[in-house]
């Protein structure tokens, strides 16, 4: 069974910067795939970034390119999530599932995630 738990979000101004993270425990394998979704109030969860745990695979929606940074360090079992240029757009809760499948041609779809975190909230303030 794995688990996860994001940490890291908060109350931040225009502009700024955050690093969330996601620390997962379980038996786990390289090839899984880990993403961050965000849910921002009154709209559907949307798909942002994902890397394979191993992290030889990145992948970002394009409205969040250049600013979001995905990155996976396997021996301290968390992945994270930089967040640049922060807009108040980007206020949500994120989120951070596992696909215990390796479906890495899917990563944006969230059925293919069994796994799912808590979510931290993210608020961007102007």
């Known amino acids: 069974q794995v688990q996860l738990v994001e940490s890291g979000g908060g109350l931040v101004q225009d502009g700024d910067s955050l690093r969330l993270s996601c620390a997962y425990s379980?038996?786990?394998?390289?090839?899984?795939?880990m993403a961050w979704f965000r849910q921002a109030p009154g709209k559907e969860r949307e798909f942002a970034a994902a890397?394979?745990?191993?992290?030889?695979?990145?992948y970002y929606r394009d409205s969040v390119k250049g600013r979001l940074t995905i990155s996976s360090d396997m021996a301290k079992n968390t992945v994270y999530l930089g967040m640049s240029g922060l807009k108040p757009e980007d206020t949500a809760v994120y989120y951070c599932?596992?696909?215990?499948?390796?479906?890495?041609?899917?990563?944006?779809?969230?059925?293919?995630?069994?796994?799912w975190g808590q979510g931290t909230q993210v608020t961007v303030s102007s």
């Open positions: 379980g038996r786990t394998n390289h090839n899984y795939v």
């Open positions: 890397v394979t745990l191993g992290g030889s695979n990145t």
């Open positions: 599932p596992l696909d215990a499948r390796g479906r890495w041609s899917e990563r944006t779809d969230p059925s293919i995630y069994w796994y």
